[in-house]
């Protein structure tokens, strides 16, 4: 077994809701409500659900930029919360993170170059400052970056080019780790499909280990190793990529792969669709017992009362965990076809020399351009 690099123990970060005159506590946004996984070294660990079930607060107390409630996340046998502030800093040198939005996430008054050498300037140590120039037109030119670009301003670039100079500097100081939270999510499909193919090709050249945080199955399909489903807080199902998606046992991630299109259209009228009925209950005041079971179909006087445990469920071929009293497999799709394409894009295809973005980076060939996969989700 691989090395675990990261883990998070009973993850829980709850928000005080103020009220009143005197601005007193009256209530708590239960945004991650008890998390815990290991990921392991080079792998990708994707971090799929609905908008507001805590995926995005995740990625930021992996990152200790938001305190805990309770809980720790360990990063290499060290627990970060009981680190200060300098041995932090010198921590978070080994874990970056991508942040989602690439045109509110960099500074529109700094140039590029200045931009992705900051990280140099916090840490000198790792680059001379004679030689910040050089190590950023490096930078430029391994995310597929024109290095003569490097005293543009980030307006003068696209929203796939800015992405990638928020990649250029989340791996300007060689990181083990790297949180990306939603990094493709505000890009067009063919652009998405470019940034994807780079993240693939820096995790295998500088041996990077990923936390890949979005709401899109496809793209999360395509780049993951294994797959963690979050809902309003919780884990509701983990495993291998070829597990989840292609023998789900938790009704809430069932729910979420019928809504994706499959690859051939005419095969569409073969897929089962489950529709979920309801909205999704609110953080600050979730359901007792399973969180799931005021949409789910199975539900039963014991999902109402006792919480189910993330545990080791038989999925027909091997077995993974979910959070489910009643956890069965459940086939989605039942074609060929379905089971060995990615759904959106090309497994197969990692290098598209002959077709190119401004950036001269290569885009992979698109299977299916539309449908997110997570109803309701209104992101871009």
């Known amino acids: ?34 998390v815990s996984f290991e990921l392991y070294q080079g792998e990708t660990l994707g971090v799929v659900g609905e ?5 995005s607060t995740l990625g930021r107390l992996l990152m200790r930029l938001e305190e805990p409630t309770s809980g720790s996340v360990e990063f290499q046998g060290v627990e970060m919360q ?41 840490h000198p140590d790792v680059v001379p400052k004679g030689g910040h120039r050089r190590a950023v037109q490096e930078l430029l030119e391994k995310v597929g970056l024109n290095p003569e670009h490097i005293n543009r301003f980030p307006h003068q670039f696209s929203g796939g080019q800015r992405q990638r100079i928020g990649i250029a500097r989340g791996i300007a100081l060689n990181p083990k780790v790297l949180i990306c939270d939603e990094p493709v999510s505000a ?34 399909r395509h780049i993951s190793d294994r797959v963690a489903v979050m809902y309003l807080g919780k884990m509701a199902e983990l495993g291998d990529e070829d597990q989840v998606y292609e023998r789900p046992h938790h009704p809430y991630t069932q729910a979420l792969l019928s809504a994706v299109l499959v690859p051939d259209p005419t095969l ?38 006792e919480e189910p445990q993330l545990v080791e469920h038989p999925d027909g071929v091997s077995q993974h965990r979910s959070a489910c009293h009643f956890a069965e497999v459940r086939t989605i799709v039942e074609t060929t076809v379905a089971d060995n394409t990615s759904l959106l894009f090309d497994k197969g295809v990692t290098d598209h020399s002959d077709v190119a973005d401004p950036a001269g980076a290569p885009v992979a060939t698109l299977v299916e351009a539309e449908g997110s996969g997570v109803p309701g989700d209104s992101e871009p």
């Open 1 to 34: 077994m691989p090395e675990v690099i990261l883990k998070a123990t009973d993850l829980v970060k709850h928000y005080p809701i103020k009220g009143g005159i005197l601005r007193r506590t009256v209530g708590q946004v239960k945004a991650v409500d008890g």
């Open 51 to 55: 908008s507001g079930c805590g995926k």
């Open 82 to 122: 009981k680190q200060s502030t300098r041995d932090m800093r010198k921590l978070r040198r080994d874990i970056q993170i991508v942040f989602q939005d690439p045109y509110t996430s960099l500074n529109p008054r700094k140039t590029v170059g200045d931009i992705i050498a900051e990280p140099f300037e916090i």
């Open 187 to 220: 890009l067009d499909v063919s652009v998405q499909a470019q940034v994807v193919n780079l993240m693939e090709k820096l995790q295998t050249e500088l041996g990077l280990s990923y936390v890949f945080i979005a709401h899109d199955l496809s793209v999360v």
């Open 268 to 305: 569409r009228h073969k897929r089962e669709q489950i529709v979920l009925v309801g909205d999704v209950p609110s953080p600050a005041n979730p359901p007792s017992g399973c969180r799931f079971h005021t949409r789910c179909w199975k539900v039963q006087e014991v999902c109402k009362v």
